[in-house]
């Protein structure tokens, strides 16, 4: 058998007998039959499907940060927790940036006390004050020997961690350059 289809321009006379005739022998037609077709038989739109399916991702990111329970202390010290606002700010910097600022919040980074765990240091103590071990939060907040560094770059002489999760990762970047971190 074979299956011919034809399409037509038509002027506004003639269009307006097809539609009376589309609307009254196809379209009445149609809906009166049971619905053929794979399931759902109403129509979802694709920006709803990714709005749910983002809020699912988001919830389900926010879960795993609440189970963590007491590990990844530093990480837990620095970061607010899951934002879709910081992941596309750290996919707008390049690898470099990236990467730094990521070791720099999650502690997984070149800095004395975290290779001095791994055993590739003597000590862990940063070589700029000698008294605290090398951390981001000592960096970040605590070392007097950045003071000046961190009131420049990050607007404050001393900081608490939970000052940390609010500043731009923009500032914490400039602030690790000016300190001459890797």
């Known amino acids: 058998m074979l299956n011919i289809r034809l399409?037509?321009?038509?002027?506004?006379?003639?269009?307006?007998?097809?539609?009376?005739?589309?609307?009254?022998?196809?379209?009445?037609?149609?809906?009166?039959?049971?619905?053929?077709?794979p399931k759902p038989a109403l129509?979802?739109?694709?920006?709803?499907?990714?709005?749910?399916?983002n809020r699912w991702l988001i919830n389900q990111q926010w879960a795993s940060w609440r189970d963590l329970g007491n590990t990844l202390r530093q990480t837990r010290e620095l970061i607010l927790g899951p934002c879709p606002g910081t992941r596309i700010k750290l996919l707008s910097f390049n690898r470099t940036q990236s990467r730094v600022i990521t070791g720099l919040l999650t502690g997984y980074n070149t800095l004395r006390r975290h290779l001095y765990l791994l055993g590739l240091l003597d000590s862990p103590l940063y070589k700029k004050c000698a008294v605290k071990e090398e951390t981001s939060t000592h960096i970040h907040c605590e070392c007097e020997a950045l003071a000046s560094l961190r009131h420049m770059h990050l607007g404050s002489f001393f900081l608490e961690p939970e000052d940390v999760k609010s500043i731009s990762l923009g500032a914490i970047w400039s602030f690790s350059r000016a300190v001459g971190l890797p």
């Open 43 to 53: 129509g979802v739109s694709r920006c709803d499907i990714r709005k749910r399916l």
């Open 7 to 37: 399409l037509l321009w038509c002027n506004e006379a003639f269009t307006l007998l097809g539609c009376y005739v589309a609307h009254i022998g196809l379209a009445s037609g149609g809906s009166a039959l049971r619905f053929l077709g």
